[in-house]
Structures are given as C-alpha cells and as structure tokens.
C-alpha cells in the first residue's frame, strides 16, 4: 500500500483511508460480510455500541487473526459511546461494555458518537417514553464526558479517541481540551460539508466520512416516514457518466471522489462482490474537471440525510448538533 492509503495519526499509528462500515445488517450477514471484507483487504472496521453488532463483528475479526498478536495489529477498529453513555461516570462502564463484547485487548479508536445525550437506561440503548420521544438527558457536560473519554487512553487499553456528528463550535471546543484523533461525519456528494472539512483541517482532525455512498437504507426509510425525496447518488447523470468513462462503477467513483479530497471513508456493504469494488479504488484517478463536476452536485444542508430526526425530540437538546433541523 502507498502512504495515501493511510492516515498518520499522532505517534505512527496508521489508520487505513478506506474502512468498513457495519451498521445495519443482522449477525449472521455481519459475520459473511466481515470475512469477505477481510479477503478484499479491508483492515479498518467501524462499529459502535448503539449497533448492536458488536459480538459479531468481534467473533469474525477473532476468527482471522487467532492469537497472533501480529494480526491484530494489522487491524484498525472503531468502536461508540453510545448517546446513553454521554456521562462521564459512565465512560469507563460504556467502554468495558465494547471492548468484552468485540473481545478484544484494547480498541484503535473510541469515538463519542453523538454531542447529545440520552438518558442511561442499563439494557436499553434507545430508551424512549410512552408516546415514542427519546427519553434525553439534557444535562450533558460535553467537556466533562470528552476528559473522560481521553482518561480512558491511560489504561493502554484504548490508541486514540475521537468524536462523531459535532459541529464545528462543538469541535473547536473539544480541541481546546485535547484534540480529537479524528471526526466522523457524514459526508457525500450531496452533502459535501465544504465548511466543517475546512474547519477540521485548520483544526489538525482528519476526517472520516459515513454513509459515503448515500445510505439508501436510512434514505428510503427517512422517505417512507416523511414523504422527503433523496436522490439516489448510485443513479446520479454525472456520477454515471464519470463511473462509464473510467470503467468503474458508480460507488467507485463516489468513495474515489472522497479520497482525492483527503478524508477518509467507511462504506457498507454485505454482498462480497461490491465489498471488494469499495477498495479497489487506488488505480485510478479522477481528474480536476471531474472533481469539479462532482464538486458541484453540493445540496448543501438539503443534502444531509442522518438529521437524527428519527430520534424523536433530540432537537432539543442543548447540543444538538445541527442548526437546521429538517423534519
Ligand atoms: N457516526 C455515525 O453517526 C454514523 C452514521 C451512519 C453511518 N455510520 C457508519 O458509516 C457506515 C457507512 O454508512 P451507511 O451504512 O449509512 O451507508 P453507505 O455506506 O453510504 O451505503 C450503504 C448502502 O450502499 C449499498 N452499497 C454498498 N456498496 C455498494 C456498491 N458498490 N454499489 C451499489 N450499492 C452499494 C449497500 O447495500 P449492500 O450492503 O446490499 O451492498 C447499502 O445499502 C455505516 O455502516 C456505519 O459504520 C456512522
């Protein structure tokens, strides 16, 4: 692999620039899918404890690298807090929780998964109230939780900690702490996020990019819920036209596209054979003119499609992360 395969992160470790999303499939497909990832080459894996896939994942990863401690380091695996656990009494518990369940010694990256909070409900990771609204902690200590999330690095048992879906005050703040090792967002070529990925790089945080190629399961269900339209980016004139000019598919062209802009991305997918297309994406290149054309098909804000306004009444928490709330 060359070095652009990769992202340095503070003190060598490198975390691969294309990496396996997990969310969404049941165990069994899970397994199948993580042991094709596996062969294609994937080496990053993104979980987290609000998934719900954690024991699976564990049990294919233990699967390959057996004892060898080699092995394991050849591996790069993301795991949660979960929004119930945004207490900083509770990290330790949260992260204990992770780590027994994926088996492991000690996890590459621990990220916050969300600024805002629900409360802890001990066996229910979704607690809601009678008339379905999440049942929100609104006393978050954002700082208070991110210290004991970075405390966390001093077991050993733990490389890097970072954060998921903040804004950019909320990012700022956390790096006038200590800087988180990365940001994962979501980011696509509807949702390209010129302005947070700006921020970031002054800020130091690479970026990894969720639901690189649009999540249609989020999408289509978010339609059925609210009668909003989301393009399919897959069937987009212009991903297309470039994916048959290069003799690649469109999703290639789509992840090949978030590369060339430096970030990092983490598709999902359980059918083996577009497992394999998401990775084979470092021999070729898009060129300045069809980076522009797909820089231009920026929706902006109208192009986010994880609102979490499946997470009934989250909007009000106090850091809720998104400005426009689109129901
Ligand atoms: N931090 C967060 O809050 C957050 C939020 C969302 C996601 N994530 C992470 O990011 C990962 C990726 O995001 P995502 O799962 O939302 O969506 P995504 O990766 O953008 O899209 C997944 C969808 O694309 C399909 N697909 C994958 N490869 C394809 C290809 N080559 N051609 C055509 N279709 C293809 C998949 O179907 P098949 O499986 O049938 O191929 C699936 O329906 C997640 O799995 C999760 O690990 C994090």
Redesign the pocket.
């Known amino acids: 692999m060359s070095s652009s395969e990769y992202i340095v992160l503070k003190g060598g470790d490198k975390m691969p620039r294309i990496g396996f ?4 499939a049941s165990d069994e497909v899970l397994e199948n899918a993580v042991d094709a990832a596996l062969v294609a080459g994937y080496r990053h894996f ?3 404890r609000a998934y719900e896939n954690e024991a699976a994942l564990g049990r294919a990863l233990r699967r390959w690298t057996g004892s060898s401690l080699a092995k394991r380091k050849e591996l790069f695996i993301v795991t ?1 807090l979960p929004p119930g656990g945004n207490r900083p009494e509770l990290v330790p518990e949260y992260f204990n929780s992770s780590l027994k369940d994926l088996g492991l010694e000690y996890l590459d990256m621990y990220l916050m ?2 600024p805002f909070a629900f409360e802890h409900v001990p066996g229910d990771l979704h607690p809601k109230n009678s008339d379905g609204s999440m049942k929100v902690d609104f006393t978050t200590d954002l700082i208070a939780v991110w210290k004991s999330m970075c405390k966390l690095k001093e077991s050993g048992r733990v490389r890097h900690v970072g954060v ?2 903040v804004n950019e005050e909320q990012l700022t703040r956390l790096c006038s702490v200590q800087k988180p090792a990365c940001l ?1 967002i ?1 980011v ?1 070529a509807l949702f390209q996020q010129n302005h947070m990925v700006a921020a970031a790089n002054k800020l130091g945080v690479p970026i990894v990019a ?9 999408a289509d269900a978010l339609a059925a819920k609210t009668g909003r339209e989301y393009p399919d980016l ?1 069937t987009l004139p212009t991903v297309q036209s470039i994916a048959q000019a290069h003799g690649r ?3 290639q062209v789509l992840l090949r596209y978030t590369l060339q802009r430096g970030l990092a991305a ?6 083996p054979r ?1 497992i394999k ?2 990775i084979s994406l470092w021999d070729f290149a898009l060129s300045q003119t069809e980076m522009a054309e797909l820089a231009a098909l920026d929706r902006g804000e109208h192009g986010r499609i ?1 609102d979490f306004s499946f997470f009934v009444g989250i909007e009000k928490h106090p850091e809720f992360p998104f400005k426009k709330y689109t129901k």
């Not at 969720?210 to 989020?218: D, H, R, T, V, W």
């Not at 983490?266 to 059918?271: D, E, M, V």
């Open positions: 999303g997990t969310w969404q993104d979980t987290a949660k998964h969300t998921s879906n994962q979501e696509h969720y639901s690189p190629l649009g999540s249609k399961a989020l897959l598919t469109p999703a983490i598709p999902k997918s359980t059918n577009r297309q998401n994880c």
